[in-house]
């Protein structure tokens, strides 16, 4: 069954430096997707992306989050300057045709700062 | 109010019971309502969607939803140890493909042998 691969499955970072979390979505998807679970919280929204470009945004994602897909397979989520607050396991999912058909959420990236 | 809302539990029940998992959202307007499976340290798994009023069923598992309440429910079954996990409900928000899946807190579910 298709996958949505993440890299890395864990991260530790120093407070202040900048993380690429990478994300390999179904080939065939259009839709692609960044989500967030702090630990012992629910999942959270940070962005969706379609046609090369951002279709929606949350209050989380602001000036220090940025995303890409650089080239036909990857989708990466880069934070410039990490907070500790950025500490949280960081899904990327992708979607055939849209968030009406639920998505596939890849493994994971758990992200600590320090 | 919380925009997606489910107890959080733990709900316990026997092995071979039916155990009921209730949502409820805000947004009218929502159109596509999800059940995922999340075991403690993996990602979420989509388990169900349901898209009109009434009953759905796949196996063990039945949603229901009910628009005019703000309500979607997943039965399961004959339930397992194997089920036991964190339920979360998802909800989509804005337009069918450029819109967002708002998820509720999760329910986690504990099947006793």
């Known amino acids: 069954e298709p996958e949505v691969t993440q890299t890395p499955s864990h991260q530790v970072t120093q407070m202040g430096q900048e993380v690429i979390l990478r994300c390999v979505p179904i080939?065939?998807?259009?839709?692609f997707y960044w989500y967030r679970q702090i630990l012992g919280q629910k999942v959270e929204f940070l962005v969706s992306?379609?046609?090369?470009?951002?279709?929606?945004k949350s209050e989380i994602f602001d000036d220090q989050f940025s995303v890409e897909r650089p080239d036909g397979s990857n989708f990466t989520l880069k934070i410039r300057s990490t907070k500790l607050e950025d500490s949280a396991m960081y899904f990327c999912?992708?979607?055939?045709?849209?968030?009406?058909?639920?998505?596939?959420f890849g493994s994971g990236t758990r992200l600590t700062v320090v | 109010q919380k925009e997606v809302e489910q107890n959080s539990g733990p709900l316990s029940v026997p092995e071979g019971a039916i155990a009921s998992l209730n949502c409820t959202y805000s947004?009218?307007?929502?159109?596509?309502f999800f059940w995922y499976r999340q075991y403690s340290g993996k990602s979420p798994e989509l388990i169900m969607s349901?898209?009109?009023?009434g009953d759905k069923e796949d196996g063990r598992f039945t949603a229901q939803l009910n628009k005019a309440s703000q309500y979607v429910s997943l039965l399961i079954r004959d339930s397992q140890p194997s089920d036991s996990a964190t339920y979360l409900c998802?909800?989509?928000?804005?337009?069918?493909?450029?819109?967002?899946?708002?998820f509720g807190q999760g329910t986690e579910l504990s099947v006793k042998p």
């Open positions: 999912a992708s979607s055939e045709q849209g968030v009406a058909y639920g998505y596939t």
């Open positions: 080939s065939n998807h259009l839709y």
């Open positions: 992306f379609y046609n090369n470009e951002i279709s929606e």
């Open positions: 947004d009218r307007v929502s159109q596509s």
């Open positions: 349901i898209y009109s009023n």
């Open positions: 998802a909800v989509n928000k804005g337009s069918n493909q450029g819109g967002k899946l708002i």
